[in-house]
């Protein structure tokens, strides 16, 4: 289900940094020692026995990152992306595995594109990747794909991502064939009836500067429909990208009555609002768009209480000349692999609003189980899948730092605090910073 090259493991020691993993309660300055990409001793370790000494000393030590949401553009547009350059600008953000969505050109929907994927990944992928495949042919939302072919082949998941699935009765057969592959679905919910033309979050904002609102209820009543769906079904699924107070009580009402629900929030709508739009930057342009005050501070509120129990980026790079027109012609999304933990660390944690356990919680071990797989943890016996931060450090977003393919990121020219100093994926330095 996960995909990357092949490369020795390493034997490493870091002495003195303050480890903290929430899933196992451990906080405390510690020393670790990795063996052939294995942790072996979580204490004191005496004898380092030839292995790569780094100081850990003022770092924090914690389980990587895990982003259940990407988009590589590969293949079809290379230019804004490739898998060799998104798997390192996800080690530069300190995660160790990605999973990329199906929408690419062509579209990830036959057994023989995602094969082809799959042997890129291996030769290329810095750490390890996993393919989502479509919900339906050429994401049309006609036909369901050869789904149990598809998780064959190594699909991690199914999605649509970028259109929703707009026939229920579809909707519920995806379901059904779910249950065969053994493989949850991942929705975009929108209403295009009620979206179409928008440009940003429909409010007083949109209305000063002249924009086509796109409502809140337009992701509301969908993800309301496919919560209903999945209770009838019995069957697990995941809501993407979350943007609205409206969708997070549907998901809040559909966990009490043990609906198996997972959901995901990103970044910038955790860190804006549409007040960002004012700016008429393109880089704040993205789908679902950023919202209201009162959005923003449900979605916070949905993230520490465990409702929301994912931090996704749903990194989306677009080519320069894509983004440099006018806000309303400009393509929707924004990259965010490399600055995730500074922005949400800038924003959240400093000002109090969420703690640092439950911010590392939610971008290691919450958003690895969307998708089944095993959370990163700092113990003996689990691979050596941890990244060293440096919670004191500040630094300025610039296009000459990204690893990324792609610049379009709302944070360029803003001072972070928060820097990745080193990132261990599957017992490899991947990162060092």
Not at 18 to 41: N, Q
Not at 340 to 352: D, K, N, Q, R
């Amino acid at each position: 289900m996960l995909y990357s090259k092949r490369a020795p493991k390493e034997n490493i020691v870091v002495k003195g940094a303050r480890v903290l993993d929430p899933a196992t309660g451990v906080d405390e300055v510690l020393d670790i020692r990795v063996d052939d990409g294995v942790i072996a001793e979580v204490g004191t370790v005496l004898h380092p026995n030839g292995h790569r000494i780094v100081e850990g000393g003022g770092l924090l030590l914690a389980p990587a990152f895990v982003d259940p949401h990407v988009h590589l553009r590969t293949p079809g547009r290379e230019d804004e992306e490739t898998i060799e350059t998104g798997t390192k600008a996800a080690a530069a953000g300190g995660y160790c595995a990605i999973f990329a969505m199906p929408n690419t050109e062509p579209v990830t929907d036959s057994a023989a594109v995602l094969g082809a994927l799959v042997e890129t990944a291996r030769a290329e992928a810095e750490i390890p990747v996993g393919f989502l495949a479509a919900i339906t042919k050429g994401q049309q939302g006609g036909e369901l794909t050869e789904m149990a072919e598809l998780a064959d082949a190594g699909a991690a998941a199914f999605s649509d991502d970028g259109m929703p699935v707009e026939s229920p009765g579809l909707m519920r057969r995806a379901l059904q064939y779910s249950s065969v592959t053994n493989r949850p679905l991942a929705l975009h919910c929108e209403e295009l009836t009620l979206s179409r033309g928008g440009q940003m979050h429909e409010g007083p904002v949109s209305a000063e500067l002249g924009f086509t609102g796109y409502p809140s209820v337009a992701e509301s009543v969908m993800v309301e429909r496919d919560l209903a769906l999945a209770a009838y079904e019995s069957r697990p699924l995941h809501i993407l990208h979350v943007s609205a107070r409206e969708s997070v009580d549907a998901i809040r009402a559909a966990l009490d009555a043990k609906v198996e629900v997972t959901a995901e929030v990103t970044p910038h709508h955790l860190c804006l609002t549409d007040e960002a739009v004012r700016s008429l930057d393109s880089n704040v342009k993205m789908n679902p768009p950023l919202r209201s005050a009162d959005d923003r501070t449900a979605l916070i509120e949905a993230l520490k209480d465990g409702t929301i129990s994912a931090v996704a980026t749903d990194h989306a790079p677009h080519a320069r000349h894509e983004k440099e027109v006018p806000f309303e012609a400009a393509p929707f999304g924004v990259t965010g692999l490399e600055t995730a933990f500074a922005a949400l660390y800038t924003h959240l944690v400093v000002p109090g609003l969420v703690s640092l356990e439950t911010l590392i919680e939610r971008m290691s071990a919450g958003a690895a189980r969307v998708y089944g797989l095993r959370p990163p943890k700092i113990d003996v016996g689990a691979p050596a899948n941890f990244v060293l931060l440096d919670t004191a450090g500040s630094w300025r977003v610039t296009e000459e730092a990204f690893r990324s393919r792609s610049k379009n990121s709302w944070l360029l020219g803003q001072k972070l605090q928060g820097q990745v100093r080193m990132t261990i994926a599957e017992g490899r330095v991947v990162h060092e910073g």
